[in-house]
């Protein structure tokens, strides 16, 4: 009798804690459609890993367009600085490609600027437009957060904030695979590639030739723990992160 009761109090737990999780921000339930293909892209998400070359161009000039070093434990840590003018292999969780790119980041502490701009050379769904669209649209409109938005349009009215030049107060998508930066955009607790990658722990470096070539190369690498578990989890059918494609994305 008693394991019985138990295993009510288990289940009906389970339910509650499901239909609080949907009350809050939609069904964690992961689509059946689609399935095979949202666990390798939650497989991907685990990681990011990039490789770039680059020469001397028109971008930088006489400045050398690849050098530096940056390293990042969750939005709470950054530290370095890095540029990077060139071509790009990347994994970069569930988005993927081959493509030029004009890479620059700065970070000391929770505060980090960057501006990020790649091209569509060769891409995979996440980083292609026109393909993800309806996805990525639901990734920066229902899954928009603003929480951390609200930590910089505060301090934005404060001498730290106009020191600092804070731009990032309008929220933040839940995933942005794809990095079309136009301007700089600084922050504290910034997240360049949306704010459920607030866990990511990574660094790059990049080194070239200063003087008479400017040939150089860059190498980056990194990790997200709580990507691990939307992976596990999603062979049980849960999405927490809600960011498995749904019939029709």
Known sequence: MRTAERTGFVAATCVLALSAACAMGGTILAPTANWLHNR???FMDIFSIGVGATFESKIGGPIPPTIGAYVEATTLFS????THNGGTIEWEGRGAGIYTESRTLYGLGPYRG??????????????NEVESK????RMETELRSTALARVNRWLA????????????ISGDPAKKPIHRDKHFRTAF????R?????????????LCEPFLTHFGATVRAGVDPSELMDFLLGFLFV???????KLGE
């Open 239 to 245: 999405d927490f992160r809600q960011d498995d494609r």
């Open 157 to 168: 009215d404060t001498e730290l904030g106009n020191w600092c030049s804070v731009t990032e």
């Open 134 to 137: 309806v996805w990525a649209t």
């Open 40 to 42: 390798w892209a939650d």
């Open 114 to 127: 960057w501006k990020i701009n790649q091209g569509d050379n060769i891409v995979n769904f996440y980083k």
């Open 79 to 82: 530290l370095g600085a890095i």
């Open 189 to 192: 607790l910034g997240v360049p």
């Open 194 to 206: 949306g704010w459920q990658t607030w866990e990511y722990i990574g660094g790059e470096i990049a």
